[in-house]
């Protein structure tokens, strides 16, 4: 008779193999393919993205018409690329955010955990399920992206980033959802609170800047430039300019004084923008040719000036006549100093994919068998 080693769960938790990871993936998997709401779904899908990218199309091709068709092509795509994540991001949470509870409830997941698998191979198992499922809500989304791309004005170099950071961004929102799972015993918080967490990420974190600006404007004493008449000069005292003509036909030209002004230091908070998923996408993706008036060149350029903070001299000059010229130059000038910056994605994309190894790692933690402590009513064969 064969010895029966009994080997403590501590070393076992994290043991992963090919196997193992294939057993438990098919098995979700199969068991959503017998459910038909999930083929609904992505009927429902295919058909909403359909009808909006139809209606996208209809509406620029009619307001740009006299525009260049590649930039009208380019703003196209950023839109479909926004659409396809904004709507991945609320569907993907249904597809794990009960994996493990629901499994629980069901008294599925005792039966796993009695076998020889571990409990890292059922986590990334239920995830690797999961994220399939999200890839196939991509690819019914892949023939509306082709098509913005071949409008013209987006590199291919572009698409493909663009495509690869979707398929990473819709595994860390299933992530999400298999830790809530995990650490929750009803189905309802767990996708309550994974749907709360993407749009903390989401949306939250744009409008938490937002609110923390106040915070760091000051009033400083700065360069500052302004259409004035001719004849004007700077009283210092009154923080104004003074005109010395009655009838104020003077001409107007554009003149420097030093005052104090409102200036926001965009660049000790800025961090904040970095991980949220639309930045990611914006800052990745290569800027196309021309003058980038797309949505993701247009959030790359405002997020980059943001982290150069205002500029030493604010500009209230018009753009007209002679001053044409010297504003073209600093603008010029701007644009260097944001190419010279470091990327923002690779900070954007660490932060989420350390977000979803957080929670994959938790799952995994709450999957070990025998469990220390099980939440009240759980139900456990």
């Not at 057993?23 to 009927?43: C, G, P």
């Not at 009803?186 to 106040?214: D, E, H, K, Q």
């Not at 997020?303 to 006549?321: E, K, N, S, T």
């Not at 994605?345 to 994919?353: C, E, K, M, R, S």
Request: some cysteine.
């Amino acid at each position: 008779m064969s010895e029966i080693v009994d080997t403590p769960p501590g070393p076992r938790t994290w043991q992963v193999s090919w196997t193992g990871l294939r057993t438990v993936a098919v098995l979700e998997l199969r068991q959503r393919v017998r459910s038909t709401r999930w083929i609904t779904i992505l009927v429902i899908w295919a058909l909403l993205l359909g009808a909006m990218t139809t209606l996208l199309h209809l509406a620029f091709r009619r307001l740009g018409q006299g525009g260049e068709s590649e930039e009208v092509g380019a703003i196209i795509f950023g839109l479909i690329v926004y659409l396809v994540l904004s709507l991945g991001s609320l569907i993907s949470p249904a597809l794990s955010a009960t994996s493990v509870n629901g499994d629980r409830s069901a008294g599925v997941l005792a039966t796993l955990q009695t076998t020889l698998l571990t409990p890292a191979e059922i986590a990334l198992g239920k995830l690797g399920a999961a994220w399939l499922t999200a890839l196939a809500f991509l690819a019914v989304a892949l023939p509306f992206l082709g098509w913005g791309f071949l409008d013209g004005g987006t590199p291919p170099g572009r698409f493909l980033i663009t495509l690869t950071l979707l398929a990473v961004m819709l595994l860390v929102v299933c992530a999400v959802g298999l830790g809530w799972s995990a650490i929750t015993s009803r189905t309802t918080s767990s996708a309550v609170l994974t749907y709360l967490t993407i749009t903390f990420v989401g949306v939250g974190l744009p409008v938490l800047f937002f609110m923390l600006a106040p915070l760091v404007t000051t009033t400083e004493r700065r360069t500052v430039r302004d259409m004035v008449s001719q004849s004007a000069v700077w009283d210092p005292r009154g923080q104004v300019w003074m005109s010395n003509e009655m009838n104020g036909d003077s001409p107007m030209v554009c003149r420097e004084s030093f005052q104090e002004t409102t200036v926001t230091h965009s660049e000790r908070i800025w961090w904040l923008l970095a991980g949220n998923p639309f930045v990611v996408l914006a800052d990745a993706s290569p800027m196309p040719d021309g003058n980038g008036d797309d949505i993701l060149s247009s959030i790359r350029t405002n997020v980059r000036d943001l982290r150069l903070g205002a500029p030493a001299v604010q500009d209230r000059c018009a753009d007209w006549g002679r001053m044409r010229a010297e504003n073209a130059a600093q603008q010029e000038k701007r644009q260097k100093q944001r190419q010279a910056l470091n990327a923002t994605w690779p900070y954007g994309l660490a932060v989420n994919l350390l977000l979803g190894t957080t929670f994959t790692a938790v799952a995994i933690r709450r999957l070990r068998a025998p469990a220390a402590k099980l939440p009240r009513g759980t139900r456990v064969a």
